[in-house]
Nanobody
Framework: QVQLVESGGGVVQAGGSLRLSCAVS????????MGWYRQAPGKQRELVAG???????NYAVAMKGRFTIYRDNAKNTVYLQMNSLKPEDTAIYYC??????????????WGQGTQVTVSA
C-alpha cells in the first residue's frame, strides 16, 4: 500500500515561516505530479501548489510569491516552503501524489494532513 507521510505543521505568528514535507513510500515505480492542498474549517479543499516530475510548478494566486514547492525525486519527497504566513493561511494541509505502483496506471494518493495555524 502506498503511503504519504506529512510533517512540518505547527503554530506560527503572522509573517513567520514553515516548511512542510511529504514522503512517499519507497515501494513504488515512479511519481508523476505531486502537490499540496489545504482545507480550512467550513471551506472546500483548495489547491496550494503542484509540481511535475520534471520540476514545472503552478501556484494558486494567493500563494504565489510566498510559497515555494519543490521535490527531491531521489527521496520521493515533496516540500512546501511557506514564508510571510498570514492568518488566512490557517488550514489543514494535505499532500497528494500521482503514483505508479508497479501497476498499469497511475493512482492518486493523499497524506493524512498536517495542521498549520497562523496567529495575528
Amino acid at each position: 500500500q502506498v503511503q504519504l507521510v506529512e510533517s512540518g505543521g505547527g503554530v506560527v505568528q503572522a509573517g513567520g515561516s514553515l516548511r512542510l514535507s511529504c514522503a512517499v513510500s519507497r515501494n513504488i515505480f515512479s511519481i508523476n505530479v505531486m502537490g499540496w492542498y489545504r482545507q480550512a474549517p467550513g471551506k472546500q479543499r483548495e489547491l496550494v501548489a503542484g509540481i511535475t516530475s520534471g520540476g514545472s510548478t503552478n501556484y494558486a494566486v494567493a500563494m504565489k510569491g510566498r510559497f515555494t514547492i519543490y521535490r527531491d525525486n531521489a527521496k520521493n519527497t515533496v516540500y512546501l516552503q511557506m514564508n510571510s504566513l498570514k492568518p488566512e493561511d490557517t488550514a489543514i494541509y494535505y499532500c497528494n501524489a500521482e503514483v505508479l505502483d508497479f501497476g498499469p496506471d497511475f493512482a492518486m494518493y493523499w497524506g493524512q494532513g498536517t495542521q498549520v495555524t497562523v496567529s495575528a
